[in-house]
């Protein structure tokens, strides 16, 4: 898990890239950083087609 900054007005877009490069959940906007958790629909969708997924390949 990568620890999120707290307490910090705004992200460089150098420390984004150091701390947050590789994991595609986070996005950096305006100097914020944005947490792209799937909430609602999304989360229910993807939970779908994964289960599809594991019952076509045998998996469930």
């Known amino acids: 898990m990568i620890p999120a900054i707290l307490n910090q007005s705004e992200l460089s877009f150098e420390m984004f890239v150091d701390r947050y490069l590789e ?17 609602g629909l999304h989360e ?12 076509v390949n045998g998996e469930y």
């Open 23 to 39: 994991n595609d959940r986070y996005e950096l906007i305006d100097g914020e950083l944005i947490d792209l958790e799937p909430t």
């Open 44 to 55: 229910q969708v993807t939970g779908f087609v994964i289960m599809i997924h594991q019952l």
